[in-house]
């Protein structure tokens, strides 16, 4: 999906948030029982942020005009 010039700074913040997330739950698979449930509760705020950011940016490419229609040939 193309994302709008006035959103990519929205779009750069949920990729580094799926990019934490990813590496928290490959975290996860090798951490010890004690420190799963903090691993966890890390994955779950991220998660929470990252919906939150989704909607953002849903909203503003809602929002946003489509682009122009080509120009025909002359």
């Not at 990729?15 to 997330?21: D, G």
């Not at 928290?24 to 029982?33: G, K, R, T, V, Y």
């Not at 779950?44 to 122009?68: C, K, Y």
Request: hydrophobic residues 35%; charged residues 15%.
């Amino acid at each position: 999906m193309s994302v709008p010039t006035q959103c990519q700074g929205i779009q750069d913040q949920i990729e580094s948030l799926q990019a934490e997330i990813a590496a928290l739950q490959a975290e996860l698979n090798d951490a010890p029982p004690a420190e799963k449930t903090s691993i966890m509760q890390q994955i779950r705020a991220l998660a929470r942020q990252l919906a939150r950011l989704g909607a953002e940016l849903d909203t503003w490419i809602g929002n946003s005009p489509p682009p122009p229609p080509p120009t025909p040939p002359p």
